[in-house]
């Protein structure tokens, strides 16, 4: 059995690619329009926003919880560890010229 000649193979193969690439534009068009979270530019700035707000009600809860629980000062404090609130020490206050002179 003889295969098909070069310029045959490569028309085969142009016509598959565009029937794939028509395919695949078909589809990402259809998911896109029954699926709102596949259209990221209209929900980028909702979905940013309730982000926000879903990671500030679980630091005010973190930072309630650690205040009834702790006697330490805490703060919320974005943290590239993942931490919601972050435990502060106090730094005492400087001694003062008349406490210097007494040492």
């Excluded at 598959?16 to 029954?34: G, P, Q, T, V, W």
């Excluded at 330490?72 to 008349?98: E, H, K, M, R, Y």
Aim: charged residues 15%.
């Amino acid at each position: 059995m003889a295969s098909p000649a070069p310029g045959v193979q490569n028309k085969n193969r142009v016509a598959i690619l565009a029937d794939l690439d028509k395919e695949k534009r078909h589809l990402i068009h259809n998911s896109s329009m029954n699926n709102p979270a596949a259209r990221p530019a209209l929900n980028k700035a909702f979905r940013d926003h309730t982000e926000q707000q879903h990671i500030a009600a679980q630091q005010e809860a973190a930072l309630q919880h650690a205040h009834t629980h702790s006697s330490g000062f805490f703060i919320t404090q974005d943290s590239s560890f993942g931490n919601l609130i972050l435990p502060v020490l106090p730094q005492p206050d400087p001694p003062s010229a008349a406490e210097l002179q007494n040492l």
